[in-house]
């Protein structure tokens, strides 16, 4: 089992709960989603501290009794720079630059533009966002690529939910939603300006829509996905083979519609945050609604819980640079956990790039003219579909993922 230490905690200055953070991918910041606002507040957690520096839309007005579409609407998104203390906030209002000197317009995209994700390349030269700002009637089928220096909006492919980028380099994976399947996309990237995402073939299928940012670990060896829509699921998948190594359900199992009240109670309880991994190779942390964080030992399939956050539920869980964790809970609590071995055992290395060459080496490119239905490879980390295989499946059985039963439904509809 690891020891984990409480480092440091404070209280956020608004008061309310953070219900999402992200870690600056290289320096000691981290941005929290404030949850009773589209506010967004930043703090260092260098030196073993947790000071506030500033917030974005703190004066907004409050979600109130807004759900749904109209909550996720007015929810905004977030991205740090790659090198810089820059992040980049997308609200109903706009998109924002911060620093902790200052708050300013993005230059480079329309002034109407609302976008629900925005992430930078790898190169920071240039941003993705997500849907287009261009004819609404078709903003979802493409993205825009934002070159930072010269303001200029292109077009890009479609995506909708985070962009992660392996630790090794040369490759993101993003999520492309859909309610009866989510597609997991896999693109090259290559430094340029604008960088632009080039789908790959070889690409991960999701039962369902409403899933999170997928996360790798730190060496790259592991990529999870927290979801979906209508269960607290959790995958893990091994990198660069994609075979599933993990599928649970966290809380109780969909008993199926209509839902029971006391089910949906206990869904919502679950942060769609709560995911992170440290520096330990193969171990994953889960935030719980009853205040604890689970360290689940993926190879192993050996889980221990850790409490100490004084019971109140985990509302949002991430892993700093250096792989410590910082946990958001509901007590409107902010708190810096620091994490090692309690007994001899390797951290995380840097990311081989080789596992990266060996992906790529074994699927190929999109074409610019290509179509996601018919040119992906697919596989769920148990079975590998092409369109071919796709276009002949007639029969499913119960047990079968939802995608796969509509597709044999839609196909016996076709013959």
Known sequence: MTVVETVARVASSGGAPVERLVCHPRLPLVAGLDAERPAVRVWDCAEGRLRELGTVGGESAVYGDALGWDRMNRTPSVTWHPEEPLLVVASEDGVARWTSAALSELPGPPPHARYDDVAFSPDGRTLWASPSSGDEGGAWESSDVVDLASGTVSRGPRWDTGVTEHPAGGL??????????????????????????????????????????????????HLAIRGNAYDNSLEVFEFPSLRRILATTLGEPSPGYPYPPEWLEQMQAWSRHNIAFGALPGTLWVGTPAGTLVEVDIEGQHAFEHDMLGGAPVTGLAATPTG????????????????????????????????????????????????????????????????????????????????????????????
């Open 324 to 415: 410590d964790l910082v946990v958001a809970t509901g007590a409107g609590d902010l708190v810096l956990l620091a994490v090692r071995a309690a007994e001899a055992r390797p951290t995380a290395g840097d990311a081989s790039k080789a596992t990266v060459a060996a992906f790529l080496a074994a699927t190929s490119e999109v074409p610019e003219d290509g179509d996601l239905e018919t040119d992906l490879v697919l596989t769920d980390g148990t079975r590998t579909w092409d369109s071919a295989d796709l276009a002949a499946v007639t029969e499913a059985e119960a047990t079968d993922p939802t995608w796969l039963r509509i597709q044999a439904a839609v196909n016996n509809i076709r013959d």
């Open 172 to 221: 993101v994976v993003t999520l492309c939603s859909d309610q009866g399947a989510t597609l997991g996309l896999f693109a090259r990237v290559d430094p340029g300006a604008p960088a632009t995402m080039r789908v790959l073939r070889r690409a991960l299928v999701l039962d369902c829509d409403g899933y999170e940012t997928p996360v790798f670990s730190a060496d790259g060896r």
